[in-house]
DNA sequence: GATGAATGAGTATTCATTCAT
DNA sequence: GATGAATGAATACTCATTCAT
């Protein structure tokens, strides 16, 4: 468990020296510039993904990019704050996954069945990378608040979609949609947990469909007529 | 070069590893020894609850004990091992307090009710220390371990629940009983979780409404005539 | 509980080892660089004919070569890395001091005697060093053969020149030239380290005179007619 | 190479308390008190000869004599004492064995072979010991003269056999017998050193042959007429 | 005398970050 | 902009020795 053992912590009071903050603060000034920030911000999801954000050194970042360990600097600020864009992107990749797209089915059970499997395979995707967001948004504010915006996301949809169905007769209008959603959305989202990163063997499609049956039934969710 | 024409034979020096390690494994020998293992526990409880695994280092916890570094040594092998025993300490205690105990309530509803407010007081009393053994068993299977056995036990009870009712009719039959308490599980759980340790602020009592209705009636759950 | 109920997967954060590592082994990549790596292998030297090996800390070595301790670890993996090379370094200066150079004497007991005077400097230049390496070979084979490879250099091309000798008919053919080089080697060697080492005070001249004399008459040596 | 790593040292300034003490320097006052001494100087030496000076604690060597750790410091001051005790029972063991016993033998050459295999037998009897107290003996200046204390005995009987040799006209006058026994000893001694720690694999009798007759041609050695 | 327990000084090593070319 | 090198703070663990029962 030595791994486990933290590193040093950056020098306090020792701030950068004016230059390569300047460079920093002002961006890539060129496309070749541009092109080594995006090789680094990949590098670095990489390096995460492999070794979570504890064992991941900036030295591998570095060398996973094929730059000095010089230039990450020149790029970005610290660990931390390429940590941030890397959960950033993970963040804008999720909501943008989760959003519905293509025809809408027919029935609500489809709606739901889909809203379902569209959660599990953004989920799965991005399923290691998740794992470390969560790892460190335990003792870091900023990562938690990244964490938890997808979370919100899925749950306002989900809130508004409970709406529209009371306000349709579809749904018990004796639930708060608010504190249903966010309920529900923790089911699916911790049982993604439990399946894809803890990696209890379920069966997919059972599972999908005991997903699908306890969110429309807590709903006494109804076809339309 | 005398002596560097004097190799040595069978390397003298290389002896056997640790020798507290034997005290250690034979555990205290007298009243006094046995009360400062506990206090050293105790203590390490406190601190690994206030800064985290990482953050705490064994200086702490020995101050924390009020011993000297070297009596933290003579009782845990290592600040993993005195957090393997806490971690321990609250899987034991986790489960214990999961146990329904007092009077089986009249109705079904009621023993739903109940079984959400033990998971309920019995997780807020541990937050802390559960976030701490979560961030740690990210990365380390034996506490992994220790965390997924809190889970088991409360799933399995569900699960056998489940199957009792199923047999009584109180139960839709056309659930799985160990997917559905899979699922409801970790919606109490990671409600729980967003609640009590990501501090998003929920009514109390509209939330434990909201999940108790969201498990009954996902099991179709019916007052028995 | 959430964490509770969500261990690692594969466990995350079980990344690779140290990645200094890397950079040790490319090696200096600028002048500047090689020029450091020379200096803190002076240092060591001086450290250690100072202070033993025990006795010498790193920190020691560093300040030493007037760097940080940081900067040791960019060029050495361990305080034993960088004995070894010093040791290292130790043999090759021995081996070359015991080849004879200049003109062969006319005669062979001023053959021997040069070889004796020879053996002496190189000891003496090379005395405090000898007895720390001698000190670490007991317990370390690596460095045990670094000591046993100058013994060798020198036993051999005595075992060559007796054979040459017992051809020439000067060497009593009745000796084995591999053992008794073997024994001849065995008693420069300990009396240098009695000398040198122990501090026993010898006359140098009669000393040397009696090695020389002992040497010849073991071999019943003759000068050629 | 973590044996190496050396252990604290004593508390400088922290004496012990005046009661041990003066337990300690008055020495045990029952048969049974003798009795725990001499298992404790036993148990030391068996420790010492397994692990070397530096890896033998002194909970083994208490282990080793089945007492507890406080009850060594009943009977001796410190590790270094204990080692001292030993070191000189080896020293006097060994002096003891190199001294002739049984009828002289009747030619010089046999008594020569006769002190070469003595010298040999007692030397492998301690081989293990040997060389940990050579270890310790580099640093520590009195159990270096426990060392040269055998040395002197071997080499002044050598030097007074010398004197009296050349008194019968037996040994060339023109040695010095001191330095002659000197050099001879390093010779003995240097050569069980390779072969017998060294693990140099020397046929014994060949090689008692060669040190027999080296010893005896360096000094021109006669039988008388 | 015997015991179990308490003490605390001492040190190698990593890695995020800065800086001189 | 890029690079290689320099920095230095931070921390777990052992074991000889003492001491209260």
Redesign the interface.
Known sequence: ?A??M?PAPAPVGVGPGPDQQLRRDAGPQTDRGHARKAELLDAARRVFE????????V??IA?EAGVSQGTFYTYFDSKEAIFRAVATELRDRMIEALKPHGPRPATVHEQVDQAMRRFVAAYRAE??LI??V??LG??TPEI?ELR?AV?EAFVARTARGIRVQQAQGLV?P???PW??S???G??V???C??W?????D?DEE??LS??T??WT????LQEPR
Chains 1, 2, 3, 4 share one sequence.
């Open positions: 468990m791994d486990l933290r492999r070794q979570g954000f504890l064992d991941a050194r030295a591998d060398e399923a290691r794992v470390v969560a790892q335990q003792s938690a938890l979370r018990d004796g639930l708060d504190l249903a966010e309920v529900l923790s089911m989202d911790a049982t947990w439990v894809l990163n803890l990696g209890k379920f059972a599972l005991t997903l049956q306890v039934r807590a709903l006494h």
